[in-house]
């Protein structure tokens, strides 16, 4: 089925299931079949609490064969093996397309990202992304800006000072330059039919 969110956000959502696999606002997107799609978009999750075991996402823990589009993770701290601050796993060919993070991000045991904790071999893609929140994870090795596997296109992540973050086919840009009007008119110029603009009052 399809949720659209319609451009609204939901604030103070808390989720507290350590033991709990799959968590997020929405817990797993998608089956493996093609029939059994999901479909998220125009959906904000801002100032939220998610920690779960495994497959922790902002808006999804586990995307199968789904599509995100238009969404965003806004000041949400997201904790789990695998976290995102989108999407906690990735695979069967799921797809997130312009969403950004700037909620922090930590995966005590393995990988985190600011986009998708872990986007599998067999996983879709990750489009026209980015992401501004801090990353914590045991290495350098499993800390992304977008993915910590595999690539994306066309995405962006801020610098972090205190490790060196995993690329995977994104760009890292200095903070500075992600709040300027230049960057807006970067993700305008790779724009497929969605239009970014600046606020100073969305992620400082």
Known sequence: GTFDGNGFTISGMYVNKPAFERAGFIGTLGGTETSDSGFVRKLGIVNSYV???EQVGGIVGRENRGKIVLVFNRGT????????GI???????GTVIAAYNTGTIVSPTDRAAGITGYKADEA???YRCYNVGFIIAPSSGVAAGISTKNSSTDSFYATQEDRELKVNGATEKTR??????????TLN?????ETWARSDSKND
């Open 51 to 53: 920690v779960g075991s």
């Open 77 to 84: 701290y997201v904790k789990g093996k695998y976290a995102g």
């Open 87 to 93: 999407v906690g796993y990735q695979t069967n060919k």
């Open 124 to 126: 879709g893609y990750i």
């Open 176 to 185: 500075s330059f992600m709040q300027s009007s230049s960057f807006v008119s």
């Open 189 to 193: 110029g790779l724009a497929n039919g």
